[in-house]
Every structure is written in C-alpha cells, then in structure tokens.
C-alpha cells in the first residue's frame, strides 16, 4: 500500500449524538451520526493507486454532461440556447485534466464531444473544440432518459479515475421509454457514477428528476427560467470539481439479536439509505454516501436492541467509513468510527429526554414527508387532506427555523398560525412555486448549535 503524508489524505471524523438512556424494556435506540470530511487534495481511491492523483490538480475525474435536444427544447427557442450557453459555462469551470465529454439526449443518446466513444481531456484546446461543437446543438425528438445515463456510464468508465459524475438537464417527462426502462438503467448506473440533475421550465416530472438524483446520489432541483441555467450549471460543476474521495460507505456493525430499523441521510437532504445496504461480513453492512469533498453530512441510525435489564449497558452499534473495493473482496478504512450504546435505567427523566439532534431531524423527515404527501393530495383533488399535511408542514419548518422550505410553503398556502400549523390552501398556485416545493422538500436545516 502507497505511503501518503497525513496532508495529501482527506481526514473523515464521525461524531454520534444520541441520549443512550433506555427504560426498563425498552428496545429502540436512536443516534445522529455526524460524517466530516476535511483538507483532502487527493481521492480514495489514490491511497492504494497514487497514478490516479496529480499534486497541485486536483483528484482524477471524468464528467458527463447531458443535455435535453428533445422537440419541446424549441419551445421558447431561448431555452435551447439557455441550455447551450449553460454546458459551455460549465465546460469552462473543467479543471485542466479532467476527462469530459457532451451527450445530446432524445430519444436516443448521441454523442456530441468529443466523439469515437472516449472522452476528451480538459485544456483551453479541448474546452474551445467542446464548445464550438455545441453551437451545432438543436431540438428535434423525444425523451428517453435512460438511453443518455447508460452513454455516459460507457464514455465514464473509458477512463481510469478515481471520481466520475454526471450531470443532466431535461425539460420534458421522460415518455420515449417505460419507466422500468429508465429504473433499469439506473440500477445499471447505480454505485458507478454519481449524477446531479435538473428539470428546466415546468413540464418535466418532478419524481422522475428527483428519482434519479436519489438513486445516482446526486443533487436534483429546478430551474424554472432557463435564464438561470448557466450560473447553477458553473455552481453544480465547481462542486463536482471539488470532490476528492469517491465510493464512500457507512459501515454499521451491530452485535448478535440487535436489528437495523434503518439508515436514512437527514442533512443537508432527507435520503433513504435503508434499502441500499450491501452485506459486509457477519453482522456488518454497507450504506452508499457517493462522493466527497470538504463537507459535513448527517445520518439518523435507528436499531432495536434485545430487552436487558436495569443498570446493564450494552454496545448498540459501530460505524465506521469505509472505501469497499470492487467486488467486495477488500476494504480502506478511513480510520473514523463511532459508538451507539444502550443503558437501562430506572431514572425516568434521563430515559425519556429525546436528544436535541434525534429531535431536530426527526422533525425534519416528517417535514419532507408532509409536504410530499400534501402535495399529493392536492394534485388528486383532497382539499381537507392537502391541507391537513401542509399545516403540519409549516408547523413542522417554524418549529425548526427552516426558513426556506417555509417560504417556499407560503407560495402554496395562506398561513393562518404557523405554530398551530392552520392554513388555507391557496386558489390559484403558480406551477413553478408548486414544483420548486415538490423538489426542494428534502432539504433541510441542521440542528442548531
């Protein structure tokens, strides 16, 4: 194994809130798991394949653009040329070095930079080239999404690097293939690339966009003006440009009768990490978290521990982050881990405090939840309970100083008492506030310190 001073290494920290106290019986325990990663300048997967890092470059990465040329592009005309100015402000925030290439996205995937099926290497010559050839870009067909996600995954996986993304544009829903199609091909691209998405103007589908964020561990959101394509475009690529360990995993070990509830991300989104667990060794799993940069995330782990007596304690859980090689055979570890533990007592104010973080995020899963099922019932005509779920939704965003999704809230609703979350659905909602609530339902705000 290569030798790296501790400077070139990413240094990960894992911190874990939790009120351990249980009362006699008690079974269920909850933790918020703090992951923090800082002062990287190198990848994971360099720590065992030092060729794939260049001091003073930046981590190895090869990135995918793609980009929505369907009919309904055309439609204003400014939306096609929004979208070509957006992938050119993108291609120049490429770090000199990075593989890339442009797929034009209908319903079939053509490849548009640089062509031959390989990717290109960023340079002021290659980035000229890329966008001179989008210039040649127009609208014509139709939508199918998982054709383009499985042309990026083959130009990707053409070039031996430690971080590979992608990032997609469409504004249309996605009516050229079935949707087991596209699941299909998500599954495919699944723990391969990680991709952020974007839905432009107001006819796309929302679950589609966000869907394909969740499963390729990306970010999703909407861009309502086309206008505003170039400037989340560059943001979106100084993100990917700034992330420096790929194909990092939760590792949740639990001893013997203990059972996993579940793992779900609560910041900086409500994730789902439940289903995605791959099996790691007696008792152990895996948990994706994609790509890292300098950032911190937060993860609620929920287990169910056998019933113990009074004064006794117990060993709850174990994570720890780790880098699992191809096919499981081996692992890195990062060297952060933490403990979840369980003590019985009789001491009723100490077993009933609820930790102020478990508290916090609790809220903010039932917030996002809220506000996906008001939204549905809105759309299929249930006033009463629209309003029900998007009452509790405000209350829920007051109660923990999410200003943002609060705002967002009050484009759809009158509020009448947002600590008593009373509020009267609006008559007439701008289809952009209500898809800009509906996609940015899972972001939320951390606890306050």
Not at 134 to 146: F, S
Not at 167 to 176: A, K, S
Not at 398 to 405: E, F, I
């Amino acid at each position: 194994m290569a030798n790296f001073s501790k400077s070139n290494v990413p240094q990960f920290a894992v911190d874990v809130y939790q009120n351990e106290y249980l009362p006699e019986g008690g079974r269920e325990v909850n933790a918020i798991v703090t992951v923090t990663a800082t002062g990287g300048g190198t990848v994971g997967s360099a720590v065992t394949a030092p060729h794939l890092y260049s001091p003073g470059q930046g981590p190895s990465a090869a990135v995918a653009l793609m980009v929505d040329c369907s009919g309904s592009m055309d439609y204003p005309p400014t939306k096609m040329r929004n979208a070509r100015d957006a992938t050119s402000a993108a291609i120049d925030t490429l770090r000199d070095g990075v593989h890339f290439a442009v797929v034009g996205g209908t319903h079939v995937a053509k490849e548009v930079y640089p062509g031959g099926g390989r990717l290109a290497v960023a340079d002021p010559a290659t980035r000229a080239q890329a966008k001179q050839a989008l210039r040649a870009l127009g609208a014509g067909g139709g939508t199918a999404i998982g054709t383009w996600l499985r042309l990026a995954d083959r130009l990707l996986s053409t070039a031996d690097v430690a971080i590979r993304h992608g990032i997609l544009l469409t504004d249309g829903r996605n009516e050229h293939e079935s949707p087991d199609d596209l699941r299909a091909a998500l599954d495919s691209c699944a723990g391969r690339f990680t991709c952020d998405a974007r839905g432009v103007g107001t006819d796309w589908e929302v679950k589609e966009v966000t869907g394909i964020a969740s499963a390729l561990l990306g970010t999703a959101d909407i861009v309502a003006d086309p206008a505003g394509l170039a400037a989340d475009f560059t943001h979106m690529m100084e993100t990917a440009m700034g992330k420096e360990v790929a194909d990092v995993a939760l590792r949740l070990w639990t001893p013997v009768g203990t059972t996993v509830k579940f793992v779900k991300q609560v910041a900086p989104t409500v994730e789902e990490l439940t289903g995605r667990r791959t099996e790691a060794g007696p008792r152990a799993g895996d948990y994706p978290l994609g790509s890292w940069g300098d950032e911190s995330r937060d993860y609620h782990v929920c287990v169910e521990v056998p019933a113990a007596g009074l004064g006794q304690e117990m060993l709850a859980a174990r994570v720890s982050l780790v880098i699992p090689e191809p096919g499981g055979e081996s692992v890195q570890n990062l060297g952060a881990q933490g403990l979840v533990r369980a003590v019985w007592t009789d001491d009723m104010a100490a077993s009933t405090s609820i930790n102020p973080q478990v508290a916090h995020y609790t809220g903010q899963a039932e917030l996002a939840q809220a506000i996906q099922q008001g939204l549905d019932l809105r759309k299929a005509g249930d006033i009463d309970g629209a309003t029900a779920k998007l009452g509790r939704a405000v209350q829920l965003a007051g109660a923990s100083g999410n200003a943002d999704t609060a705002k967002l809230l009050s484009k759809v609703v009158d509020v009448v008492d947002a600590a008593a979350g009373t509020v009267r659905l609006k008559a007439k909602v701008e289809e952009a506030d209500e898809m800009t609530l509906e996609t940015r339902s899972t972001k939320t705000v951390r606890v306050k310190k």
